[in-house]
Every structure is written in C-alpha cells, then in structure tokens.
C-alpha cells in the first residue's frame, strides 16, 4: 500500500510539476486561513471603534475583540473539522452565555466561574433589551456597566459573520471574494447606526478600514481566479498594489468627509427613536409654589418655609440651583415636556451614565447635595451643566438606572423619587448666564399658545415705547410689572382673595387685566414668560433656590425666575427681582368697619382654578400610576391565572426555541423551494438532471456516501445509493438526456414520480430520528469540495441541444477539449487539467502494489 501511495505521489509529480505542502494537522490553518483571519480581526477591531463615542474607557474594545476572536477561532475549528456553520453558531451562543457574566456583569456581584440563573437571565435581558437601553441613554455610557453585554455580543457576531463568509462555499469567484468584506462592511455600518452622530474617528473608519477591505478584496479575488499559479513573483505587481490601496484610502477620508456633510446630518438610529418616558405625568412644581411660602403664623404640614431642603457643598452663596425647568404653557400651567424646541437640540429626558457628555463653556464646578426633611418628589437639585453624577446613598445602581437628565433644560429627574437622607454629588459647569441690555434674542420663536392671547394686549401697551428690538421690549415689560405690581401670598385675611395658580383665568382677569396686579413668583414668572415669548423671544419658567450663607438651602429660599434664548443658542437669566415688586398691596376695608344694616350676604369663596388643586393633581396621578401598574401586569401575563415563572420560561426560553425553530424551518423551506424549480425546470433535460440530483441530496442528507465530482457519472453515483432502484433510475436519465432526441415533458414528469417514489422508500427504511435529521441537514445546501461536489458533470443537457450525440460520461464530454463544471462548460485550460488528473488515475490503477 504504501508503495502505491508513493507511485502515485511520483505520478502526480511527474504529470504537474508540483509538490503538494501537506500541513502537520487538519485543524491548523493554513496560509489562506491565517490571512483571512488577520482580515477578519482587523477589520472587526476598526468596526468596534464606532462604538467609541458610547462608552467610556476602553473595557468595550476589550470585550468585543475578545468575542471575536472566540468567534472566529469556533468558526475556523468547526469548519476545518467538516461540520455545518450552524455548529459554530450554537457553540458561540454556549460561550456567550458562559463567559457574558463573569466579562461584562462583574460589576453586578452576581458573576463567577459557573454563572448562576440570575447572571445567565440578566445576560439574556441585556442582550434583548439592551440595544433600547444604549439608544435611549445619554452618551456616553459607563464602560463597566451591564451594557458591556452588547459589545460582546456585536464582536461574537461579526466574527462569525466574517470567517463564515470567508469560508462559505461560493461558485462564483467575485462573489466569494466579495461576501466577507461586505459582511464586515455590515457590521461596521450597524456600529455606526447605533452610536452617535458625531463619528469616534473618520481616519479609522474611512481610509483604514477601506484600506484593509480593498486589500483583503484584493487577496481574495486573486486567490479565487488563480487555479494554477507559477512563475515568479512579480514584486512590482505587489508594490502597484499597495501603492493603489494607499491612495484609495487616502481618498476615503476627504470623500466620505465631502459626501457626508454636516455631522450633525448623520443618520443614527438615536434620531428615529423616541426615549421612553413620558415627563408629562408629573405634575408642575410651579403650582405647588405655595408650600414655600411664609404662613404668618397659621399651620400647614405640607408648608417647608422653615424647613431645611438638602445642605450644599462646593458652590458660592447666591449661586442658583435649578429644581425644574418649565418650557410648554398650556393653559392651565407651566410644565416640563420632551421635544419643546424646534430643530435638532437634545431636549428629551433620556437615560444617562455616570459620564455625561454635556459640552458647555464655563467654570467647572464639584457639588454635594444631601437632603434633609423639607425636600420631597422627584425632582432632583442641580447646578449649572451636569457633566457626572453619582449616587452615594440608598441604593445608588436602583436610582442611576432610572435617573433621567435633559441637557436642553438641564432639569433632572428621579422617578422613584427622593427622600429626606439621600446623598449625591456631581461635577457641572456654571456657563455664563448673565442678561444684558445688549444680549440679541434667538430668532427661533416657538408660538403663543392659543389659550394664551389674552397676554398679547397687554404687552404691546407696555412697549409701545421701546423700540422694535425684541429683547428691549422684554425688559421694558419687565420694568413695568414690577413698578405696577404688588407683592402677595394670599396668606394675610385681606390678601385671601389672591389665590394661587397660573391658568389663563387667573394670569388674564385677576392679574394682568385687574386694576391691581398683585401675585407672587408664581404668577409673575408664568407671566413674563408668556410676554416675552408673546414679543418672539424663547422664554421659560425655573423653579429654584437661591444658596445662603453656609450652604443651608430653605424652604425661604425658593424663588421662580425665567430664563430667555439669546441668539447664540445659550439661554440668559432674567432674575425675579427684574420683574417682581416686594411691596404688598393696599390693605382692603375690614369687615367690622362696614357698616351693617339688614341682611348681609357674605360673598362667595373665590373658586381655585384647576392648577391650585395639588391634592387632586396628586389623586389623578395616584390613579394613573395604579391603572398603568395593572395594565403592565394584564399585558406581562400572557394566560391569566397562571404562576409568574411561567411568563419568564417564556421570555427567556420560548425565544430562543422560536428562534431555533425559524432557522430549522428556514432550512426545509430552502429544500422545498429548491425542489420545486427542479421540478419546474424550462427544458425537459434539466428536469431529468434536477430529478436525479434530488435523489443524490436526499441519499446524501440521509448520511449515505455518495461519490461526488466532474468526472463521476449518475452510474456510478447510483452505486454508492442504498436503493433498489437507483441503478435503474440512472440509466434512464442517461438514456434520455443523453439521447437523440428532446425528451417530452410528460417523460419528465414520469421521471419526477419515480424518483418520489423511490426517496419516500429510502426514507422509509431508516428510523424517525434518521429522516428528521435528514429534513434539517445542511450537507445538501452546502456546495461540495472538488472531492466532494456535486456530479455536475451530468449536467450537460441543461443546455445541450437535442441532436447531441449520446454521451454518458463527463469523460467522453471532456473528450473534446472541453470538462464540465457546475452546470456550465469550462475553458479548454479545465479541460486540459482534467485530462491530466484521468491519466494520473489511469496510472495509478495500474501500479502494481
């Protein structure tokens, strides 16, 4: 035997002038696989660097590259053992689940060797519902946060992704060169969509990665064409190379620079989707004002005027810390809303992470909050521009997961909300916010709501005489409230007709339109911010505090204010005392001094507008929330009365298995539709040869060895078919594809039933597993080597004419200077190569032992 081996080695040899380089083992890759698994990594490692933008540090790359290099080492190892593609995807789902724990939830506690249920589930939420998470979060997110489950997934993916495609079996040579790359292409594209609008660099995901791309096509195209290759190597051709790829990714960079445009019109998903939550459910801060007031002696539990709100550390007294920031009117009263200015501008709340990407000029300042009694809700106290938070109390991971911060308002929220001990601190920057007599108005004017035009009136009569710029017209405005109007709380027995609020009733009959404008903050922010915004400057309403002395912020300090939208974009304080009065009103007729003759009927309480009504605002909220809570729990069980653990099999199971069976069913659909276009065929010819190598799959899917390649023949394929009737079923393909005349139709459709017939009784000859196995198997779908291909030489007659001479063999079709291959004819250079491989078997049959 093994004299043989080495007659035919020396045959091979002397007939092709090569010499086989055998490697020391089948798993090791060789020079091909090595290059396209550097390609692989590398251009995977560029694609991550997308994600830059949404992480801080690096632990992200880490992650990503360590899944793809996982990824592509199961794909490598999977694929040079034989086995379907589908292995090394449910290897690599194994590894994701194992190692997704202890790599990217350590910061949870709950990760070790073996991950437990806990670890395995969060790794399954993150991976599902993560990706809403990443879109509806403030870039950038914490580097070592549970998010780190994405990376680690994307890495997993496009390592498969790229080594499977460059190992997937394609017939045509452009097209296995080009998969990969456009595989890759891919991924990067969708690391881009998911990050922000501002690229992490365009050197590296312009001119390196169309560098690499353009190479790693180069090499595969080349690679893919090259059947034979000799001479020496040309190294100017390599250089020529090298030199084009540097001046396209030279290129790269201007163009993609040229086409893209103005970042800010980059397409991200962040810009399609819509954060999660809805700020419009909390009531305005602004209508509650009367619980900062003095009560003059009278009781209120709810009243905090002498109460501590929260102490404050590392800011200067006076300083302004922002409560809430109120920007929509309605009618009835200011509240804080999602999207309230026109263009681009990040005015949602979205989810942020300890880091928070909020570029703001100004001094930078480190504050500690920690509240005391008096402060309740879920509004959180900031200062200027947040760029950190963090939580030191409670449960700090609960509170950051759901805090929320706009970075157009700079207003931040705590849902679950806040209590007397909770303990925070952050860095901010305080931007300039000073308002001058020389500051120009934005020109973005957002429109007087109707219900406000009462306010047009008198506006225009207080600045009959400033002028037409806009923002001398506001602080004309200003000055008169405050030199007309009177300072009230409604505490006093004379005062009680001023009630609270800020509806359209309240701020029009019984403030601007009165013959006294009397009110509170209140009612003198909700006002001017209508005036301005009436004259066509952007204005808001701010609830807030003033810093004492000592950093004790009490109920005393609470002040409301409004700021305006200067022309460059920032927003500039106008201070209450630029348009407040702190001079109570006259003081009304005592009822004992009126004099008293007949009956007197008092008059009637003055009705509170709906915007003073605090108790039923915080019922209809109370009622909300308990109906959203049953809704959410209707909706979370799927079949009522049945155990909670059900819903989570189902979440966490009833996925995956649908998955699954998605792709089993994905791979007996492909087989059908492959079928029916066999059976369908234009020619008769080609339905003999479709029905002929559905027999051959079926016996192939079944696990029966069936000789495949150019040069062997349905007879001597029907040998290796355990069937009775596979002999038979060859010769008459042969006798009509090959015949002197085109087969009928109705032959064909003969044909067709036969070998129906004959697959059902091989089917039925092996067990149920067998032939459920044999539904699903992929050796079928995937193209054979040249050891293990198709028998494409028996298609000749798909386009043969039908006064071709009988030729039941691909040898005697090679005959003639011509082979073929995959239902096409080759050149004469194939045909001339297969000539040489049937002398050198010929040869070696031969060879005595």
């Not at 201070?575 to 008059?603: C, H, K, L, R, Y």
Request: glycine share 10%; net charge neutral; proline share 7%.
């Amino acid at each position: 035997m093994t004299a043989r081996r080495s007659s035919q080695d020396s045959v091979r040899r002397q007939t092709t002038g090569t010499r086989t380089r055998v490697r020391a083992h089948p798993l090791v890759p060789d020079r091909d696989s090595w290059i396209d698994i550097a390609f692989t990594l590398l251009l995977v490692v560029v694609a991550l660097t997308a994600l830059g933008t949404s992480f801080t540090g690096s632990s992200y790359l880490v992650v990503g590259v360590l899944g793809a290099v996982i990824a592509v080492v199961v794909t490598h190892l999977t694929r040079a053992a034989g086995w379907p593609i589908i292995s090394a995807v449910v290897i690599c789902l194994v590894l994701f689940f194992l190692l997704g724990g202890p790599l990217c939830l350590r910061s949870l506690g709950d990760t070790s060797v073996l991950p437990g249920a806990s670890t395995l589930g969060r790794v399954a939420d993150e991976a599902i519902f993560g990706w809403k998470d990443l879109l509806t979060t403030l870039p950038p997110i914490d580097g070592d946060g549970p998010l780190l489950v994405l990376p680690w997934m994307a890495g997993m993916v496009a390592g498969l992704v790229g080594l499977g495609l460059a190992q997937l079996p394609v017939r045509r040579a452009w097209l296995a060169a080009l998969l990969p790359v456009l595989g890759l292409t891919l991924v990067l594209s969708g690391a881009i969509v998911v990050g922000v609008r501002h690229p992490q660099s365009l050197l590296l995901q312009g001119s390196v990665f169309a560098g690499l791309a353009l190479a790693w096509l180069a090499v595969r195209a080349r690679r893919a064409s090259a059947d034979v290759q000799g001479g020496s190597a040309s190294y100017v051709r390599g250089v020529g190379a090298v030199v084009m790829l540097a001046v396209a990714a030279g290129i790269a960079f201007p163009a993609s620079a040229f086409f893209a445009g103005d970042e800010g019109d980059r397409a991200v998903a962040r810009n399609w989707i819509e954060p999660p939550f809805d700020i419009g459910k909390y009531p305005s801060p602004l209508a509650g004002f009367r619980q900062y007031v003095d009560l003059k002696g009278r009781t209120d539990p709810t009243n905090v005027y002498d109460k501590t709100l929260f102490d404050i550390e590392g800011v200067e007294p006076g300083t302004l810390v922002r409560f809430a920031t109120m920007d929509r009117y309605d009618g009835m009263v200011w509240g804080a809303t999602d999207d309230a200015l026109p263009g681009p501008a990040d005015d949602s709340f979205q989810r942020v992470s300890s880091t928070i990407d909020n570029p703001v000029e100004g001094d930078e300042v480190e504050v500690t909050i920690t509240l005391d009694e008096g402060y309740k809700g879920v509004w959180l106290p900031t200062v200027g521009a947040l760029q950190s938070m963090d939580f030191l109390t409670g449960d700090a991971r609960a509170k950051a997961e759901i805090f929320r911060y706009n970075l157009a308002t700079s207003t931040a929220v705590v849902p679950s909300g806040l209590q007397r001990g909770d303990r925070y601190t952050f860095t901010a920057i305080e931007p300039d916010a000073e308002l001058t007599p020389e500051t120009v108005a934005s020109a973005d004017v957002t429109g007087l709501p109707p219900t406000a035009t009462f306010i047009q009136g008198p506006a225009e009569k207080w600045t009959e005489e400033a002028g037409p710029d806009p923002m001398a017209r506001v602080l004309a405005a200003a000055a008169h409230l405050k030199r007309e109007g009177k300072y009230s709380d409604g505490i006093g027995r004379t005062e009680r007709i001023y009630v609270a609020g800020h509806s359209a009733w309240r701020l029009s009959d019984e403030f601007v339109n009165a013959p006294q404008i009397v009110g509170n903050d209140e009612q003198y922010a909700a006002t001017m911010a209508l005036i301005a915004t009436s004259i066509g400057v952007p204005a808001r309403v701010v609830l807030g505090a003033t810093v004492p002395e000592g950093g004790r912020v009490t109920g005393k300090d609470v002040s409301a204010w409004v700021e305006l939208r200067a022309a460059d974009g920032s927003w500039r304080t106008l201070p209450t005392d630029a348009f407040m009065s702190t001079t109570p009103p006259a003081d009304q007729i005592p009822e004992t001094n009126t004099p008293m003759s007949g009956t007197v009927i008092p008059p009637p309480n003055p009705i509170p507008p709906p915007s003073d009504a605090g108790e039923q605002s915080d019922a209809d909220l109370k009622e909300r929330r308990a109906t959203r809570k049953n809704a959410d729990e209707d909706d979370e069980g799927l079949i009522v009365g049945l155990p909670a653990w059900v819903g989570v099999v189902l979440t966490y199971v009833g996925g995956p298995l649908l998955l699954l069976a998605l792709l089993l069913g994905a791979i007996v659909g492909l087989k059908a539709v492959r079928r029916h276009r066999r059976r369908s065929a234009d020619s008769p010819s080609a339905r003999f040869v479709g029905a002929w190598r559905e027999l051959v799959d079926h016996a192939r899917d079944l696990g029966q060895v069936v000789p495949l390649g150019p040069t062997v023949t349905r007879r001597e394929q029907s040998v290796g078919i355990v069937s009775g009737e596979a002999v038979a079923l060859a010769r008459r393909a042969d006798s009509f594809v090959f015949g002197p005349s085109t087969p009928e139709v109705a032959a064909a459709t003969t044909y067709w039933a036969s070998v129906d017939a004959e697959r059902r009784a091989m089917s039925a000859g092996v067990g149920r597993r067998q032939r459920l196995l044999a539904a699903i198997s992929l050796r079928s779908l995937l193209r054979g080597s040249p050891r293990a291909g198709l028998a494409a030489a028996t298609d000749v007659p798909d386009a043969a004419p039908a006064s071709a001479a009988p030729s039941p063999t691909a040898t005697e079709a090679a005959s003639g200077g011509e082979v073929v291959e995959g239902g096409r004819r080759a050149g004469p250079r194939a045909g001339r190569l297969a000539s040489l491989r049937r002398r050198a078997d010929w040869r070696s049959r031969r060879t005595p032992d």
